[in-house]
């Protein structure tokens, strides 16, 4: 937002220079990021009369013009030939300075001597027209000093202004603030409800985005430029100067904050108006002569020939003010953020009034807004207002927020008694009822933002002053450090990196789509996705139940780009519909209400994951890699080793999945893509993923290492094979072999599997490598045979096999 200062001052003046009140507004939230002077260093450049014009013999172009400054006439050469005799034109004489310090002196052309030059807008830095001389207004003294009649030196105000602070993008919502903040005196215009028949009915066929119309017809006025101060202030605020109608619809925009459009009555069919939303098919030529599709979403204004506008983002070409405009409809509406911000977003047109509906209009602006510009319009073009109709079906109730002025003392540091914090909400215009101890605040209608308690908490400090605000360093007590919960998330990212992974923080948003992609069922938990109200786009439009979709799009980024081998991690939350199961869950409804948001470490790998040297290729990634990540994690925060079984859910391929668990309690599965799920997300065959919860890892943070003290005394080491059928995981057998060694195992380790004729069709032969130690006694041939006794009996019992002799 651009603010020249002497624009501001007329609704309030502080007294302050430019940069104090800089500092007033960026210390009350209105952060100023510069001062500037787009038109300062002009000098000696005077308002002249024309004399009379005559064409320089042997030139295409030039002209011999005669000009008086009221005391003497000069002869200048000029280029251009947009004016004529009686003219009054800003006349740089020599000695004069232009921007850049560029100082202006006497020429000879074509036999005749130039005093100076006619400047246009441009040079004089007031617009960007430089295609003819800038002919000022007729009542524009001769001989005055062009800096001084047009405030050449007005220093400009560029602000940044936040979304949560739309009002900060007018000038009376500026000078709303600098009076609260300051003082000052407000002087801001009354609003004038519509008298008469504006002559064009207005139907708003949907009330829940249009929520108010007011249409003011003005007969009678001429399209010409506006006058010389207003193209100067419309420049300096960052607008380009078009015409008398079209820069009082700017104007008035720049200082109520609610943006207006003007139609040619004339080109309107019927005429009336209606406010719905698009149909099918149809279609629009907008102001930037761009025919656009439009979508069913889109709000449309519409006379009886079909659409004339963009509700919100842009007028249509069909109804554009031209040079034979007569008569004009205003239209001062209102619209919802949201649909104004995605009928912008669909269209790629970001404008300077949809840019303030995105960040909110109160409707309570429309009738001040529609009486500022019908007024500016007859000023700068002629003409009367002759009717207009405030259409505004359901005005909403103002609401009412309860402040615990005790909660407010507490929560901001400062010792601000009710009466007090009652005073400082009622310089920025709320309406303050005593409750008690506490208030209830009804926030003014400029101010949509303010919303809740907290809303009021920010005001209340901010009108107070944050440098008034005591410095004090908090304490609970205690020291400062890392919950063990945070220890064990570092501990977990570190061993990571160790292992050859590298972590990604993608963003959060999936769209619908993706689950449908991975195919899963339809009872699935991760299909209760939650929508978001203004996605950034429709491939991220809900939050996301599953790692998955964001980790492959890091895949395909990288594959797309000549990196083949990638192998990512992230850790971070999923949003899954709530059960009593989830933590913190009491089956009350406000829980429910609200996703559960499990953290959870997701995995993604393909191509090489050991890279290819000079003595042996590259080996490419297979789920031991990823099951080798879990260990990773699981050794990281000692916890003991995580069981494995075969699955074959969705997006997995059949056959090479498994699901992980944790003394029984499910943690996630690890598996390879399934094809067609790979194809879909475009990444490469045979890529790898994996979702583990860390809810049971992250319990009570990193768990103490007890390390095991070798025996004194040898240890027994022997072999066993153990034959079963081919679909007993291998983990089963393990544990059976275990169970059956008796206390004394300190070891088990498979080392060979077998299958053929001596074992039989449908079977396999498992060998595993035990250890045997007791610290207190020498074991014993004896202590051997019981072991593999109870190996025998325990498979046998356990997993239907048999040892193999």
């Given at each position: 937002m651009r603010v020249p200062l002497s624009w501001l001052t007329e609704y309030v003046d502080p007294g302050l220079s430019a940069e104090q009140l800089a500092d007033v507004l960026t210390m009350g939230g209105l952060e100023v990021e510069a001062i500037e002077r787009p038109t300062g260093g002009t000098r000696g450049v005077r308002v002249l009369e024309i004399l009379d014009i005559a064409k320089i013999e042997g030139s295409d172009k030039l002209h011999l013009v005669h000009a008086t400054d009221g005391d003497e006439t000069w002869e200048v050469v000029a280029g251009a030939s947009n004016f004529s005799a009686g003219d009054k034109v800003a006349g740089a004489l020599p000695g004069a300075v232009l921007q850049g310090s560029f100082e202006v002196g006497r020429r000879k052309m074509f036999g005749h001597t130039s005093n100076g030059m006619l400047a246009s807008a441009r040079e004089l830095g007031v617009g960007e027209d430089h295609s003819g001389i800038w002919v000022l207004d007729d009542n524009a003294p001769v001989g005055a000093d062009v800096t001084e009649l047009l405030d050449l030196d007005d220093p400009v105000l560029v602000l940044d202004v936040t979304p949560d602070r739309g009002y900060g993008l007018s000038l009376h919502g500026l000078a709303r603030d600098i009076s609260a903040l300051t003082g000052a005196e407000l002087r801001l215009p009354a609003s004038q409800a519509p008298t008469g028949d504006p002559g064009v009915p207005v139907t708003i066929a949907d009330p829940d985005r249009c929520r108010r119309f007011d249409a003011r017809t003005i007969r009678g006025v001429s399209v010409r430029p506006s006058p010389a101060w207003l193209q100067r202030r419309l420049a300096a605020a960052g607008m380009r100067p078009v015409s008398g109608i079209v820069d009082a619809t700017n104007a008035a925009m720049l200082e109520t904050g609610n943006p207006i459009h003007a139609y040619d009555l004339a080109l309107l069919t019927g005429p009336a108006i209606e406010v719905r939303v698009a149909r099918a098919g149809e279609r629009l030529t907008t102001l930037d002569g761009v025919e656009r599709a439009l979508s069913t979403d889109d709000l449309l204004i519409c006379d009886a020939g079909g659409p004339i506008a963009l509700a919100g983002v842009m007028g249509g070409e069909p109804t554009e003010i031209n040079p034979s405009t007569s008569d004009v409809l205003l239209e001062v509406a209102n619209f919802t953020p949201q649909t104004v911000l995605r009928t912008a977003r669909r269209h790629g047109l970001h404008t300077e009034g949809s840019k303030r509906w995105e960040r909110s209009v109160p409707p309570e602006s429309a009738p001040l807004a529609a009486t500022r510009c019908a007024q500016l319009i007859t000023e700068v073009a002629g003409g009367s207002v002759v009717g207009g109709a405030d259409h505004y079906p359901s005005p909403p109730a103002r609401p009412v927020i309860r402040l615990r002025t005790q909660h407010a003392r507490s929560r901001l540091g400062v010792d601000l008694d009710p009466s007090t914090q009652a005073s400082l909400l009622e310089r920025i215009s709320c309406t303050v009822v005593p409750a008690g101890e506490d208030l209830d605040v009804t926030p003014p209608t400029y101010r949509p933002d303010l919303l809740v308690e907290a809303d009021l908490h920010e005001e209340i400090v901010r009108v107070?002053?944050?440098?008034?605000?005591?410095?004090?360093?908090?304490?609970?007590?205690?020291?400062?450090?890392?919950?063990?919960?945070?220890?064990?998330?570092?501990?977990?990212?570190?061993?990571?990196?160790?292992?050859?992974?590298?972590?990604?923080?993608?963003?959060?948003?999936?769209?619908?789509?993706?689950?449908?992609?991975?195919?899963?069922?339809?009872?699935?938990?991760?299909?209760?996705?939650?929508?978001?109200?203004?996605?950034?786009?429709?491939?991220?439009?809900?939050?996301?139940?599953?790692?998955?979709?964001?980790?492959?799009?890091?895949?395909?980024?990288?594959?797309?780009?000549?990196?083949?081998?990638?192998?990512?991690?992230?850790?971070?939350?999923?949003?899954?519909?709530?059960?009593?199961?989830?933590?913190?869950?009491?089956g009350g409804p406000e829980q429910v209400t609200l996703p559960a948001e499990p953290q959870v470490l997701g995995l993604a790998a393909c191509g090489a994951f050991e890279a290819a040297r000079h003595d042996s290729p590259g080996r490419p990634a297979d789920l031991h890699d990823l099951l080798g990540a879990v260990d990773l994690v699981r050794d990281a925060v000692g916890r003991a080793p995580v069981a494995v079984t075969p699955t074959d859910e969705a997006p997995y391929h059949p056959g090479r999945a498994a699901r992980l668990a944790l003394d029984g309690a499910e943690l996630g599965t690890v598996g390879e893509l399934h094809p067609r799920v790979a194809e879909a997300f475009e990444v490469p065959p045979r890529t790898l993923v994996g979702e583990v919860r860390l809810d049971a890892l992250l319990d009570g943070g990193i768990r103490p290492r007890v390390a095991a003290v070798p025996s004194a005394l040898p240890p027994i080491r022997f072999d066993v094979a153990v034959v079963v059928d081919e679909d007993v995981p291998a983990a089963d057998v393990a544990d059976a072999v275990s169970a059956g060694a008796g206390p004394a195992l300190a070891e088990c380790a498979l080392f060979d599997v077998y299958r053929g004729p001596s074992v039989g069709e449908g079977r396999k032969s498992l060998a595993y490598r035990l250890r045997l130690e007791d610290p207190e006694r020498q074991l014993t041939d004896a202590d051997e045979s019981a072991a593999i006794d109870g190996v025998a009996a325990s498979v046998e019992a356990r997993v239907g096999g048999m040892l193999r002799r």
């Open positions: 107070h002053g944050y440098a008034r605000v005591p410095t004090r360093v908090p304490s609970s007590g205690q020291v400062g450090r890392r919950t063990p919960e945070h220890e064990a998330r570092r501990a977990m990212r570190r061993m990571l990196a160790g292992g050859g992974w590298t972590e990604v923080m993608p963003f959060p948003f999936i769209a619908d789509a993706d689950i449908d992609a991975l195919g899963l069922p339809d009872a699935d938990r991760r299909r209760g996705t939650v929508p978001l109200v203004n996605p950034l786009s429709q491939e991220e439009a809900v939050l996301r139940t599953t790692l998955v979709p964001s980790l492959l799009r890091v895949l395909r980024h990288n594959v797309n780009r000549q990196r083949a081998d990638v192998a990512v991690f992230e850790i971070g939350h999923v949003y899954l519909p709530p059960t009593e199961d989830d933590p913190g869950a009491d």
